[in-house]
């Protein structure tokens, strides 16, 4: 939306008017319509034009009751404009004599259905994100800006291939929507678009962060960060970044790139990094706290959360030379200096958990928590009851197949299948590396003499390990906070694991078929940018007290279709008529909810000739 200014002259005086307009698409194209007047708006400055527009749209899709308290004009406008919708919807619809028509009803057939709802809902998010005057900033064509719309819509609704997507445009409603025709649409020019999009991959998502940030009233004090991993399949011999690496998918033999993202506490994206699938987590931190200050800006104070991947001294040394915070989980090593206070029940306390909002239903395990200060840092020692079965189960697993792993080696020796010490001495490095969580607990050596393989099993260091299961530590510079606060600043690092299993999932973000190095950071930004649409469509309805799904959205909506009506008439011609099916009364209130008109296209009346009964 944006504020026009026309100038009338009635009698010898000027008179001037403020119209709110908003851009719509039609099947002509991209039209200006009126959205309700505004009056002379007192001396408001033009540069002020702007702000006041965009207050005004982000309080007509769910802000209002945030703006209404402290701008009353913004409030007196936005009530203007829902009571004109609504008495208009409400308004009687007269027919006049011209448009009433004889009917043969017994031939009268429908065609072209295509699928709406979903594709709608996108697009409506895709405009009230702004994308398209994002892109238009950077210098893309209309046609450019269209085809990555159809193309972050493919991703969110139904992720396909470049070669798939095509047919999958066509089978929807967006041809409709977008007024464009798609029927010739090849995959070239998908490819195309993704080459151009990349280039302008870091600028997108810095202004994505700020409208998201407008529009939803996000916190900028707190950033999650996790890395996670994609897999390929192919060989990618042109992708550098493409290694073998520690699998996320348990897809070891595959080649595979880390993808570093961070989120706010809401779940938002703010930016993403891609990285060799050699990477170690650990060697990623300082390229992202980089990339986050030149895309999005990185405020002194702000909280950085981590996971005990990244919790070297190396990084918390750079986190504190950038006057950054940190939360984070320990390693074990660290946590087992702490075991006579674990042991020690006195001093624990309960974290009352409520109901997630995202899902009310789950149950929660009972957390208790336990502060130290030692050396300018927060130690919070957390235990949980619930997890003592879960820690225990895990152990024991790698404890089977560390001893599995270990007699198929001594086997091997025995036989003379592997005789070279060093070679030995490598394949217990690895066993090692394979199972670190209970390597520790025993000692493996090769007796040369005897040619055999020593393994000696540490109980103490198992009992020790078995009285910690169930409680892990947390570390901050945070001095301000309780264990109970400190533990819940942590426990929002899930919401950057569900935003990779959203984008691993729903969004299909893997496998990754592309060869191309440039491809394949397109397609993961091409994910990255639908997550965007799914965590403001889903944070909308959450604001409206609705806990679901994307994936639970986009069933219900795929019942709301266009279809054509073709009328034969008792006259020499028949009326083709496009239009949107009335939507089923669950769509509709989840249009309401999203504060999305139900109204998709304007009907289109067509006259043709009938076909020749011969």
């Known amino acids: ?82 009571a004109r919708q609504e008495a208009k919807e409400k308004a009687p619809k007269r027919a006049s004599e011209d448009t009433l028509i004889g009917v043969d009803a017994t031939r009268v057939t429908t065609e072209r259905h295509r699928e709406a709802g979903p594709v709608h809902v996108g697009h409506q998010f895709w405009q009230r994100l702004g994308l398209d005057s994002i892109l238009e900033k950077l210098g893309l064509t209309q046609s450019v800006r269209q085809l990555a719309c159809a193309m972050t ?41 993704l080459d151009k999009l990349y280039p302008h991959r870091f600028a997108i998502e810095a202004a994505l962060v ?40 348990h897809r070891p033999d595959c080649k595979q790139v880390v993808v570093g993202l961070v989120v706010n506490r809401d779940g938002f ?37 981590l996971d005990r991947g990244m919790a070297y001294d190396e990084n918390l040394d750079e986190l504190k030379k950038r006057k950054l915070h940190f939360v984070v989980a320990s390693r074990q090593p660290e946590r087992n200096r702490w075991l006579a206070d674990f042991e020690d029940t006195e001093g624990f306390t309960a974290v009352v958990r409520q109901p997630s909002p995202r899902n009310p239903a789950q149950k929660k395990t ?62 217990i490095g690895r066993l090692k590396e394979r199972y670190p969580r209970v390597a520790r607990y025993f000692d493996i050596t090769y007796d040369p003499k005897t040619q055999t393989l020593l393994s000696e099993f540490n109980a103490d260091k198992q009992d020790k390990a078995a009285q910690l299961d169930g ?38 973000e893997r496998p990754i078929f592309h060869q191309l190095e440039r491809r394949v950071d397109s397609h993961i930004f091409l994910c990255v940018l639908a997550y965007h649409f799914l965590a403001a469509i889903e944070q909308t309805l959450l604001n409206q007290g609705v806990h679901t799904s994307w994936a639970s959205v986009r069933n219900t909506l795929k019942t709301h279709q266009i279809c054509t009506i073709v009328l034969p008439t008792k006259g020499d011609r ?28 304007n009907p289109i009346h067509t006259w043709f000739e009938p076909p020749n009964s011969d």
């Open 153 to 193: 819509l493919n991703r969110l609704i139904a992720p396909a291939s470049e070669h798939a997507m095509p047919d999958w445009i066509c089978s929807t409603a967006l041809d409709d929507i977008l007024g464009v025709d798609f029927d010739k649409l090849e995959e070239d020019r998908l490819y195309r678009v």
């Open 366 to 427: 009972t957390i208790e928590v336990k502060t130290y200060t030692e050396a300018q840092l927060t130690y919070v020692l957390c235990r949980s009851e619930q997890r003592i079965a879960k820690d225990f189960a895990i152990r024991s697993k790698h404890e089977k197949r560390m001893h599995a792993d270990i007699e198929k080696l001594s086997k091997r020796i025995a036989e003379g299948k592997l005789t070279q010490r060093d070679k030995i001495n490598q394949a």
């Open 471 to 508: 409680c892990y530590l947390l570390k901050t510079s945070r001095l301000d906070l309780s264990g109970d606060e400190l533990w819940r600043i942590y426990s929002l690092l899930t919401r950057a694991e569900d935003a990779f299993r959203d984008m691993k999932t729903p969004l299909a």
């Open 1 to 82: 939306m944006y504020i026009r200014r026309s100038t009338r002259i009635y009698k010898g005086k000027t008179f001037t008017n403020y119209v709110l307009v908003e851009s719509v698409h039609t099947a002509k194209g991209p039209r200006q319509r009126s959205v309700c007047s505004l009056g002379d708006l007192g001396p408001r400055p033009r540069e002020e034009w702007l702000k006041l527009a965009r207050k005004i749209e982000d309080a007509l899709v769910g802000q209002a009751d945030l703006l209404e308290i402290n701008d009353p004009e913004v409030s007196d406008i936005v009530g203007q404009v829902r």
């Open 269 to 305: 994206p703010i930016t993403h990094e891609i990285f060799a699938g050699n990477t170690q987590d650990r060697s990623t931190l300082v390229t992202m706290l980089d990339r986050l200050n030149e895309r999005v800006g990185l405020p002194e104070g702000a909280t950085v959360v």
């Open 574 to 601: 028949w009326l083709r008529i496009r239009k949107a099916a009335t939507p089923d009364a669950d769509v509709k209130d989840l249009y309401r909810r999203l504060a999305i008109s139900p109204h998709i296209i």
């Open 210 to 249: 700020s409208r998201e940030r407008s529009l939803f009233n996000l916190d900028a004090s707190i950033y999650l960060y996790d890395l996670s991993s994609t897999y390929f399949e192919g060989i990618c011999a042109a992708n550098e970044k493409a290694k073998r690496g520690y699998s996320r998918d």
